[in-house]
């Protein structure tokens, strides 16, 4: 991986860098040949100027003075070429030159120009020219027949400086990358490594593997260390969680399945002193063992989205107050004083009568199990958008830490209950219908300075002429 994000670094580089080193070579020629063509042209011009002012450079009478001037001027400014130039028109209309210049040929020069009296000037193959009207020959309709012009030619000299400097400067930014690529590589490859090795050991059951933080770390390096480690910690918790649901729950099964086979085998053998007592305890473990696979069976249903909801108008307080008056037996059964207050109006919702039964049912087991002598169940409105249903136990309270997870699923609170009750699993059950239903839960937790819970259930009010919703998950 090293390896890798090096050698993509340096060919990074060096596709930029040869971007770079072309685009400012060409540019670098461009200006060259511009500066050259603007100074033979400016050359060009003066010479020009000179011949038209001062008839003495090279007199007509002397037929070669012109190739004397012209060889002076090419020895001693430097020019490639320097030669005199005569621009016809053609019977055609079409413009030539002679002698056709050998360096940059006849379609280089801006004929037209030269015919209207004006300097023109280029660049053709490397050779940088400028041409400069001396004097015109009239022909038919005044248009200038035939044109003589100074042609000057000159090479155009680019550096090679220039690539060389770039190559070497080229070479040096390699070197430097390279080196700081392989630093960063080892920095990056080495906590994904490390990473990687650490999910592999999770992955194999090592839920004590964490990654080790480092200073200087990448931000995106350490978040993924980060990650890991919070997601082992959470697979650990999970992992004790399980444990101890799995030990829960068959201390729950084993406990009333030793009842029933204890005393239906002396029922069988009739060696039971009072066997209709012995059929009703058989009978009362059965049932709950039957809670105890109903609320297994539900958690299942929720987890796959198989079980159905058929919401109607109902009046809250009225379920809620059946539900809770229903348990009303087991509360007698262990002392404890069960108070349901009945609204005076009446509160309609949109819910479904049996899961909101079973989510009273769940909350007033829950309270029976940590209360210390009384339970109050309440249902209230909030104002015009929502009903309130409260069950509230004098018990010891939820532990600070775990406020966070009374909800959670395989969850086994830190304080241990007052009494046995229910079997567990209800309040992972009541978050998941109050969900389904359009509602939320809300926990207060000490109420009182003794202690106290209060757990509350807030479903949305349905209003008159309000459409029915139906729910299938």
Do not use: W
């Not at 490639?80 to 006849?106: C, F, Q, Y």
């Not at 005044?142 to 090479?155: K, N, Q, Y």
């Not at 058989?282 to 249903?301: H, M, N, P, S, T």
């Not at 010891?396 to 775990?402: K, L, Q, R």
Request: aromatic share 4%; glycine share 6%.
């Amino acid at each position: 991986m090293r390896s890798r994000i090096t050698v993509a670094v340096v060919a990074i580089l060096v596709g930029a860098l040869t971007i770079a080193g072309l685009i400012s070579l060409s540019l670098e020629r461009r200006a060259i040949s511009t500066s050259a063509q603007a100074a033979i042209l400016d050359q060009t011009v003066a010479l020009t100027d000179s011949l038209k002012t001062d008839s003495t450079l090279f007199p007509r009478t002397d037929p070669t003075a012109e190739q004397r001037f012209l060889g002076i001027i090419k020895k001693v400014a430097g020019f490639e070429s320097a030669d005199v130039v005569v621009v016809e028109r053609g019977t055609n209309g079409r413009l030539g030159v002679s002698p056709i210049p050998p360096l940059i040929g006849p379609k280089a020069i801006d004929l037209g120009r030269l015919v209207r009296g004006q300097a023109t000037a280029g660049v053709s193959h490397e050779i940088a020219f400028a041409a400069a009207p001396l004097f015109s020959l009239p022909g038919s309709a005044g248009e200038s027949r035939t044109t003589v012009a100074l042609l000057l030619e000159s090479t155009v000299s680019y550096s090679a400086d220039s690539a060389l400097y770039f190559v070497l400067a080229g070479v040096i930014a390699l070197v430097v990358a390279a080196i700081v690529a392989a630093v960063i590589a080892q920095r990056i490859s080495r906590r994904v490594v490390d990473a990687s090795l650490t999910a592999t050991r999770i992955a194999g059951g090592d839920l004590d593997a964490r990654v080790e933080p480092r200073p200087n770390d990448y931000p995106e390096l350490a978040g993924l260390g980060t990650s890991l480690n919070t997601m082992a910690t959470a697979l650990a918790r999970a992992r004790h969680l399980e444990r101890e649901f799995l030990l829960s729950i068959s201390h729950d099964l084993r406990t009333p399945l030793t009842s029933i086979r204890g005393y239906a085998e002396a029922i069988a053998d009739r060696a039971a002193p009072d066997p209709v007592r012995a059929a009703e305890i058989v009978v009362k473990e059965a049932q709950r063992l039957e809670r105890l696979i109903g609320d297994l069976l539900d958690l299942a249903r929720l987890d796959a989205r198989q079980f159905s909801l058929h919401p109607v108008a109902l009046d809250a307080g009225r379920c809620v107050a059946e539900a809770a008056e229903a348990l009303r037996y087991e509360f007698e059964a262990s002392s404890v004083t069960l108070t349901v207050e009945k609204p005076p109006l009446e509160l309609t919702v949109a819910a479904d009568a049996d899961r909101l039964a079973q989510v009273v049912a769940n909350l007033v087991e829950n309270a029976l199990k940590f209360a210390r002598g009384a339970v109050r169940v309440s249902t209230s409105a909030e104002g015009d958008h929502a009903v309130l249903v409260a069950v509230e136990d004098d018990g010891p309270g939820i532990a600070v830490e775990d406020m966070p997870h009374i909800f959670e699923r395989l969850f086994t609170s830190s304080r241990r209950p007052t009494r046995a009750a229910g079997t567990g699993l209800g309040l992972a059950i009541v978050a998941e219908l109050t969900d389904a239903m359009h509602g939320s839960v809300l926990v207060d937790s000490p109420i009182t300075v003794a202690g106290g819970t209060r757990i509350t259930v807030r479903l949305p009010r349905r209003r008159s002429g309000e459409p029915r919703r139906g729910v299938s998950r």
